[in-house]
Structures are given as structure tokens and as C-alpha cells.
């Protein structure tokens, strides 16, 4: 009788450990850390109330947090923000070893976007295109440094960190006409040079092993000038960034691209 009560107690132990290991394979992953930098399209600017920095709870980072196990750490994106205020400004800070995931849109201020889009709206034809191509000359000669210098700060300071980069919607749909100054063939051409910023940002974060997020399609038919706007008019105070819709498409873009076996 000893020996059986003997043998029956080391069988309640043994299933005590399984039971315990079952529980334990079980637990939920950890959690994702994430850190969010860039500019006023990263803040969530054009969606008031603001926080510090024109920060919105509408900004795609804010509505990040929670999915795929997502947790939002560092919330600090800053409208105006450009490739050196970003790091001057102190935004590099938020990362650090611990840091899963970074997300960062930063570019169109370092080369005065809102000069070119200002200039065809109300500016003459020869004052549109001679601003659109110093624009492009920018994008193309002075971007690419300054892209390489901040992405690879941030890869320095957030070693094992995925990190995302996104780009910046075409902010107009010249099939539904001329738009204030603007003709189709001037929105066509910021279109234009939207692409070229998109493409330039993009060969950027390839070189530094990044991945980016293009959310062109997700705007086509959703310029200023649609019925169906998802960027806010010139008359905005938030004019020329996105409407809670545009920030939505924003979430979705990145939450697809990103996916749960990049994050595992």
C-alpha cells in the first residue's frame, strides 16, 4: 500500500509539471516596443487637439499601439521636424537597445515642399515650375546625404530595432479639375514630385535595410481637390496634411506592410 500511495503521489507531481509547462508554452508573447519619430505627418498633425509638437491621438503611431502586440513607448514625432531638427531636437533620445520597432516619416520639410505646392496655387505658371524644379533639384542632390545621416543615427541608437519609414501621400487629384492657381498639368506635376520624394526616401531606407511603406495608392482619388478629400485644403489650419481618414489609411498601410512574422 506504501509503494502504490508512493507511485500515485510522483504521478500527481509529474502531471503538476506538465499541467505547469502547458501553461507556460501557452503565455502570450511579449510585447513589441515601439518608438515613433519623424515630422508633423508622423504627429498626427491636421487632427486638433494637439500635445506637445502637434501631436494628435489621431497620428498612425497612436493608433498602432495595441495591434499585433504592438506597445507604444515613445511618442515623439514633431511637426516642422526635419532630417537635423529630428536629431537635434533630441527625438533620437527615445530610442535605445530595447527599442522593437521604429516608425519615421521625415523629408518633405528639408525640401521646402510647401514653397512648390504655395507657388502653383497661387503663384504664376513661371513661378510654379521654376519652384517645382528647385524642389526636385533639392530632392535629388541635398536629400540622399541627409536621409543616409539621420537613418543611420537611428540604426546606431536603436541596434535591434525594426525599423520603419514611410512616405508621403500625392496631394492632389487632377482628375477633378483645375484647384484654385493650380491646372491639372501643375497638380500632375507635383504629383510628380511627390513620387520623386517617395522614391528617393525609398532607395534611402533599402540602403540602410529599412523598409518602406509607400501610401500613394491608398490616397489615388483622395487629393485636396476630391469630393472625398482625405488631405485638409490651403485653408485649413492644418492645411496639406491628412484628414482622420488620411491618417487612418496611414494605420492600415503600415499594419499591413509590417505584418506578424516581420514583428515575431
Given at each position: 500500500m506504501r509503494r502504490l500511495r508512493t507511485v500515485s503521489s510522483a504521478l500527481l507531481v509529474l502531471s503538476a509539471l506538465l499541467v505547469g509547462g502547458a501553461h507556460a508554452s501557452a503565455a502570450p508573447p511579449s510585447h513589441v516596443v515601439y518608438d515613433a519619430l519623424g515630422d508633423s505627418y508622423a504627429s498626427g498633425y491636421g487632427v486638433p487637439p494637439y500635445g506637445a509638437c502637434g501631436r494628435s491621438q489621431s497620428a498612425y503611431a497612436v493608433q498602432l499601439d495595441g495591434r499585433q502586440r504592438i506597445a507604444l513607448d515613445d511618442f515623439v514625432a514633431c511637426a516642422g521636424a526635419t532630417t537635423t531638427s529630428m536629431v537635434s531636437g533630441g527625438q533620437l533620445t527615445a530610442l535605445d537597445a530595447d527599442t522593437d520597432l521604429v516608425t519615421l516619416t521625415v523629408g518633405g520639410n528639408d525640401i521646402g515642399w510647401s514653397q512648390a505646392v504655395t507657388a502653383c496655387l497661387g503663384g504664376?505658371?513661371?513661378?510654379?515650375?521654376?519652384?517645382?524644379?528647385?524642389?526636385?533639384?533639392?530632392?535629388?542632390?541635398?536629400?540622399?546625404?541627409?536621409?543616409?545621416?539621420?537613418?543611420?543615427?537611428?540604426?546606431?541608437?536603436?541596434?535591434?530595432?525594426?525599423?520603419?519609414?514611410?512616405?508621403?501621400?500625392?496631394?492632389?487629384?487632377?482628375?477633378?479639375?483645375?484647384?484654385?492657381?493650380?491646372?491639372?498639368?501643375?497638380?500632375?506635376?507635383?504629383?510628380?514630385?511627390?513620387?520623386?520624394?517617395?522614391?528617393?526616401?525609398?532607395?534611402?531606407?533599402?540602403?540602410?535595410?529599412?523598409?518602406?511603406?509607400?501610401?500613394?495608392?491608398?490616397?489615388?482619388?483622395?487629393?485636396?481637390?476630391?469630393?472625398?478629400?482625405?488631405?485638409?485644403?490651403?485653408?485649413?489650419?492644418?492645411?496639406?496634411?491628412?484628414?482622420?481618414?488620411?491618417?487612418?489609411?496611414?494605420?492600415?498601410a503600415v499594419n499591413s506592410a509590417l505584418g506578424p512574422v516581420k514583428l515575431g
Open positions: 504664376t505658371d513661371a513661378q510654379c515650375a521654376g519652384t517645382v524644379a528647385l524642389v526636385r533639384s533639392r530632392i535629388t542632390t541635398a536629400l540622399p546625404g541627409l536621409l543616409d545621416a539621420v537613418y543611420a543615427q537611428v540604426a546606431a541608437a536603436a541596434p535591434n530595432a525594426h525599423v520603419v519609414v514611410t512616405g508621403y501621400p500625392r496631394l492632389f487629384s487632377p482628375e477633378y479639375g483645375a484647384y484654385l492657381g493650380a491646372s491639372t498639368a501643375e497638380q500632375a506635376a507635383l504629383n510628380d514630385g511627390a513620387d520623386l520624394l517617395n522614391s528617393t526616401i525609398s532607395a534611402a531606407a533599402t540602403r540602410h535595410g529599412f523598409q518602406f511603406v509607400d501610401v500613394t495608392k491608398r490616397f489615388v482619388g483622395h487629393g485636396v481637390n476630391s469630393p472625398y478629400a482625405w488631405v485638409l485644403g490651403p485653408f485649413d489650419p492644418g492645411a496639406f496634411h491628412p484628414t482622420v481618414d488620411g491618417y487612418e489609411a496611414y494605420t492600415a
